[in-house]
């Protein structure tokens, strides 16, 4: 084949221009460490990433709503297990009034009792971030309402929450109502109410309406002892789930490196090849260029 | 003596033919780096010989030029550049394209963690993100800061299909512009190639093939307009060349025949025609640019549109169960990527996420679960897919698109390369060649004026020294 000059420089032009592009590229992976940055650096995995990335935020978000979900299980049951001391001590006031005669001691079981009708009120009615947390859906008013007697204490309690419950996602398919039901909440106002018959009888020093009211309180502990073992269920679940999403958000975060990171040792030895051959590219174009026939030929 | 006369005749003919061969290897020097020049060769061509009482004498010698050009070569490379700059449009046009949808991949560590993570930005993220509020809002629906990112990303998810879509609309404007201008330079090629034609017939009236350095502006020219359309070229026996493309049912349309341009180019509406015959193109950078835009842009932004209606109209139904007026999420109307926007009497203290009770989440539940849903278009849905993995498969479109086309460009600059070379090993000028040629046509330049000096010492001894023995 005839060589003509501009073919050489053709060639050479084209032969740099290709060696520099791959340079350049393997340069970006090596810096970035990312095989893919651009859709159409790979389109299939690219597509691929776009998906995973969603469902990885999206898994993050459910992490958070599960936080969310724990923090509400969470005080629900420190409000639980507030309501079990306070009954302990009323049951105890309880007995103590029933086995001791004259009237002036039960009285100061009532007083004691009042304090504990008080306190029991107050647990019922927790917010947790401005919110309560026993009202069922009906979060922004206190759900436990009381009325007071000619004597200036706590006559009656009533529930006005209502018997919702809001459940959390805690997966695509999955979600958990962290907040305790509509029949525990209710159960809480039957616990104060029998407490405020409790103190009755007690003023009254009525030993029979103390016993009834005595059985009454331990019946209606049990709904909250429930109340108290569902709940360490639902965070229990929490938690396993917690555990599980952390889990798959590792293994999605793996599947998207795996998608896109460089394999460094291979893209180094890549770019190493690249610069040899541009260098050699270089040198071999530099001398040729530089020779032809005017090197040698003096014409007189 | 009439010997001696002839002999300098003849050595000044080869004088001649010396000088004119020095002049064409300069020529040749000079355009070594023109890449539209044909190699010229001189010719040597002896005049013949007449019979005189002394014998035969020669008559001297010419020269001839001529150029190294191959017809069946200067038609491939015609060929070659059309597909290339037709597929280089389209790979200009799909980058634009992709860079329009604004998603790419970046190494990112969070704060949380001292792994380094990837993430997508541009629409995936702002999608992700609405939903993600939705869901964050089911998890806390009284909380007032909680309602204000909602309104915030939806705010963003709409501004950011707006200006794709607006990005995407402003690409296929550009390619249609330029393919209106690419029109416009084919026409003004059209009339420089028949301007040619007019000058090249009557250059080389008698004399075929002799009008060399006008052929090569020529060949330049059709090579400017293969590049923007795809042309065929026949020489008639004038020397004029006829060029012609195709219509759409690939019957051969003329654009210059002799010294007229029969039928200029006209763009219209996404169609070139020439005279009033619509071009079936299938190669050069008009159609590469309208095929890109109408293409696989044009698909880009349905795709993105069907998403855009997807959202709202799902959005909408979990949003607004019972389609009360003016309590939708996002404007009912705003179906398309480029209408997309949240309905106007939607505002943080509007916002609901649930009925009834303020702790009530079934709405916010509902939305964020649409984000979950798998579409179908068989069931009547508009997409296919959940929204996440459609609009993956979307971005992975494009990118398949632009990828098919960078590889198709990388072959076919390969393919072009060789055939430019082949051609180059023709008509090109070689510095090596040329100077051992200057060499020799200077050494026989020499040689001649030797000859000169010989007879001139003859006939000088013959006038002055004949006759004067003794004197």
Do not use: C, W
């Not at chain 2, 696989?296 to 959202?311: C, E, F, G, H």
């Not at chain 2, 609901?352 to 679960?369: E, H, P, R």
């Amino acid at each position: 084949m005839r060589i003509t000059n501009n073919m050489v420089t053709n060639s050479i032009l084209g032969e740099l221009q290709q060696l520099e592009t791959q340079q350049s590229s393997l340069q970006t992976e090596v810096s970035s460490g990312l095989a893919v940055t651009q859709p159409s650096d790979n389109p299939s995995a690219f597509g691929q990433v776009v998906q995973l990335e969603g469902q990885s935020n999206e898994t993050a978000q459910f992490n958070k709503n599960a936080s969310q979900a724990l923090d509400l299980a969470n005080a629900s049951y420190s409000g639980l297990d507030s309501l079990q001391q306070i009954y302990d001590r009323a049951s105890q006031l309880g007995a103590l009034g029933n086995g001791t005669m004259g009237n002036a001691s039960s009285a100061t079981y009532a007083d004691e009792l009042d304090q504990l009708i008080q306190q029991a009120v107050q647990v019922a009615n927790t917010k947790l971030n401005s919110t309560y947390i026993y009202a069922g859906t009906a979060v922004d008013k206190p759900p436990f309402t009381t009325t007071t007697n000619s004597s200036g204490q706590i006559g009656s309690v009533a529930y006005v929450g209502n018997l919702q419950q809001a459940s959390i996602a805690l997966s695509p398919t999955s979600g958990v109502s962290a907040s305790t039901s509509g029949a525990t909440n209710q159960g809480i106002a039957d616990f104060i109410n029998n407490m405020i018959s409790l103190r009755s009888a007690l003023s009254a020093g009525d030993t029979t309406a103390i016993s009834t009211a005595s059985a009454s309180i331990a019946s209606s502990d049990d709904l909250i002892t429930s109340a108290v073992a569902e709940n360490g269920a639902i965070q229990t679940r929490i938690q396993a789930d917690q555990t599980q999403q952390q889990a798959y958000a590792t293994e999605l975060n793996s599947l998207i490196s795996g998608d896109t990171n460089a394999d460094l040792s291979q893209t180094i030895v890549k770019l190493n090849q690249a610069q040899v051959a541009y260098q050699a590219s270089l040198q071999t174009a530099a001398s040729v260029m530089h020779l032809s026939l005017l090197n040698y030929i003096n014409l007189q | 003596m009439s010997g001696l006369f002839s002999i300098l005749g003849s050595a000044a003919t080869a004088l001649d033919a010396q000088s004119q061969a020095i002049s064409v290897a300069s020529n040749n020097i000079a355009n070594v780096n023109n890449p539209e020049y044909s190699k010229e060769v001189a010719s040597y061509k002896t005049l013949g010989s007449i019979y005189t009482p002394q014998g035969p004498q020669s008559m001297g010698i010419t020269v001839n030029v001529e150029q190294e050009r191959s017809a069946v070569l200067d038609q491939m490379v015609q060929q070659e550049a059309s597909l290339t700059s037709g597929l280089t449009a389209q790979q200009n046009i799909l980058q634009q394209a992709q860079s329009a949808l604004g998603e790419n991949i970046t190494n990112s560590s969070t704060s949380s963690s001292s792994v380094s993570s990837v993430s997508t930005s541009g629409l995936s993220a702002a999608i992700d993100d609405f939903f993600n509020a939705f869901q964050a809002l089911a998890a806390n629906p009284t909380d007032s800061g909680q309602v204000q990112t909602v309104v915030q990303q939806a705010g963003v998810l709409t501004d950011r299909f707006q200006e794709v879509d607006q990005n995407l609309s402003q690409v296929q404007a550009a390619a249609e512009s330029e393919a209106g201008s690419d029109v416009d330079s084919a026409n003004q090629l059209l009339k420089q190639v028949a301007q040619l034609n007019k000058q090249i017939a009557a250059q080389e009236s008698g004399n075929p093939g002799s009008a060399l350095a006008l052929r090569d502006q020529r060949q330049g020219a059709l090579e400017k307009l293969a590049a923007l359309i795809p042309i065929s070229v026949k020489e008639d026996s004038t020397g004029m060349d006829q060029v012609s493309t195709t219509d759409t049912s690939g019957n051969s349309v003329a654009l210059v025949s002799g010294v007229t341009v029969t039928n200029p180019l006209s763009y219209a509406a996404g169609a070139v025609s020439a005279g009033s015959t619509a071009l079936g193109l299938s190669s050069g950078s008009i159609q590469g640019e309208l095929s890109a835009g109408s293409g696989a842009v044009q698909s880009l932004r349905t795709s993105l549109d069907n998403l855009a209606n997807q959202i709202v109209t799902s959005v909408n139904g979990a949003y607004n169960p019972s389609a009360t007026a003016g309590g939708n999420f996002f404007l009912a109307d705003g179906t398309t990527a480029g209408a997309i926007s949240v309905d106007p009497n939607l505002t943080a203290s509007t916002l609901v996420a649930g009925t009834g009770s303020a702790g009530d989440n079934s709405i916010a539940t509902a939305v964020a679960k649409v984000a979950d849903k798998a579409f179908s278009t068989v069931g009547g849905d508009l997409i296919d897919g959940t929204i996440g993995s459609f609009y993956g498969t979307v971005v992975s479109d494009i990118g398949q698109a632009l990828d098919t086309v960078n590889t198709q460009v990388t072959d076919q600059t390969a393919v072009q390369t060789t055939v430019v070379n082949q051609r180059q090993s023709v008509s090109g000028v070689s510095v090596d060649e040329e100077m051992s040629n200057l060499m020799s046509y200077q050494r026989a330049f020499q040689a001649s004026s030797e000859v000169f000096q010989v007879v001139d010492t003859l006939l000088a001894n013959l006038v002055n020294s004949l006759g004067t023995v003794g004197g």
